[in-house]
């Protein structure tokens, strides 16, 4: 046959991955294989010799990377018989619980912080029929409320607390193995719950520790700076930053994380609201590529510690990009410095526009 099998999503890519029967029904929108793509331009502006590239997760079927893990907790759950899933949010897992609830027929639940989650997530989680629950409290807050309700109704976790979030997120390091044939040297992401951070370094030390691989990256994580408890070295508890999917103070993986910090040598730092916006920006602007707010935290961190050194020329960097830009329309236009031109609808007015304009 001239063709290659059909994708269908990274449980059936990676069963012997995961823990999951022959039998099994998969949840699945066709998740993962999300493009590694090598950055052009950015390097170049930094003065420095460094491959970057980004793990462009923006391109899941809802948007973020959370999908990886849903596909994962909700395949379980109705494996196991749970008519509900819920859980707490900053909007993408609450998009992502949505999305694949509805794909296998039971019903989402989602706490979300009244007025901090972008417009795009909360379109998702109501488009596809979740009950959508606005709380008067933060992401932390929603996180200790569902924990407790869990206790007392039928509903199942899909938060990252549930391991099987973590083992299809595992998913994204042997994506990025196999496309570079080796680990980066250094694997930059933002944190938030840390989940993340700690699904990559279990998939990378999976490939490693069986041989597939000799190498595994320095993994390194950013905060947003007024929701930094890693950096803070304790709980915060009121977080704020304008990358919301990242506003959490009270992350859900804190030992998990500390522990892939030593046994990777690698750090936690973080970037101001104005370093992450801009990153952002450059990132569109400079390669076409557009990522919501907390995902730029991961370029702008690494593209301070390339200029500091802190990473060395010469390196392999990967840099994960959580979530797609248009999750947040209401920031990135607040931030584009050029608005519309507006001109009659004429040949001469539209023609003058172009002129004037053709240096920028
Ligand atoms: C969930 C999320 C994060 C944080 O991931 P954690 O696993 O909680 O650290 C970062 N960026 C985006 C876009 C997210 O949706």
């Not at 998969?26 to 170049?44: F, Q, W």
């Not at 959508?132 to 199942?156: H, R, S, Y």
């Not at 099987?164 to 980066?184: D, H, M, S």
């Not at 408890?229 to 508890?237: A, I, K, N, Q, S």
Request: net charge negative; with cysteine; glycine share 10%.
């Amino acid at each position: 046959m001239p063709f290659r099998p059909r994708y269908t999503g990274l449980i059936n890519k990676y069963r012997d991955r995961l823990p999951v029967q022959d039998d099994t029904r998969l949840i699945s929108l066709g998740e993962g294989n999300t493009p590694l793509i090598k950055l052009n331009n950015i390097p170049g502006l930094l003065g420095k010799n460094v491959d970057i590239y980004v793990k462009y997760e923006g391109l899941n079927p809802t948007g973020s990377f959370k999908d990886r893990g849903m596909t994962m907790a909700v395949t379980k759950a109705v494996e196991e018989g749970s008519k509900a899933i819920i859980c707490a949010s900053t909007g993408n897992t609450s998009a992502a619980a949505a999305a694949y609830a509805a794909r296998a027929g039971i019903t989402a639940f989602v706490l979300i912080p009244e007025g901090k989650i972008a417009m795009g997530k909360l379109a998702q989680a109501m488009m596809h029929g979740a009950v959508v629950i606005q709380i008067k409290g933060n992401f932390d807050a929603g996180m200790q409320l569902v924990k407790e309700v869990a206790e007392q109704a039928p509903v199942t976790i899909v938060n990252s607390i549930n391991p099987f979030r973590l083992q299809g997120q595992k998913t994204a390091a042997f994506e990025i193995v196999e496309e570079l044939e080796c680990a980066p040297d250094y694997h930059c992401l933002p944190v938030g719950n840390a989940g993340n951070i700690s699904a990559h370094w279990m998939g990378y030390s999976e490939y490693r520790d069986q041989g597939i691989v000799n190498n595994s990256p320095v993994m390194v994580g950013y905060q947003a700076a007024g929701s930094a408890p890693f950096l803070r070295g304790h709980m915060v508890d009121n977080p704020e930053t304008v990358a919301t999917a990242i506003r959490i103070g009270h992350p859900q993986s804190w030992d998990k994380a500390w522990q892939v910090k030593d046994e990777s040598g690698g750090w936690f730092d973080e970037c101001t609201d104005e370093e992450i916006l801009a990153a952002q920006k450059m990132l569109a602007r400079k390669e076409g590529i557009f990522c919501e707010p907390a995902s730029a935290a991961s370029l702008a961190g690494a593209m301070r510690d390339i200029r500091g050194g802190r990473i060395p020329e010469g390196v392999k960097v990967v840099c994960t990009l959580t979530g797609h830009g248009l999750k947040d329309p209401d920031i990135a236009i607040r931030q584009s410095s050029a608005p519309p031109i507006n001109v009659e609808a004429e040949l001469e007015a539209v023609k003058a526009a172009i002129l004037e304009n053709m240096a920028s």
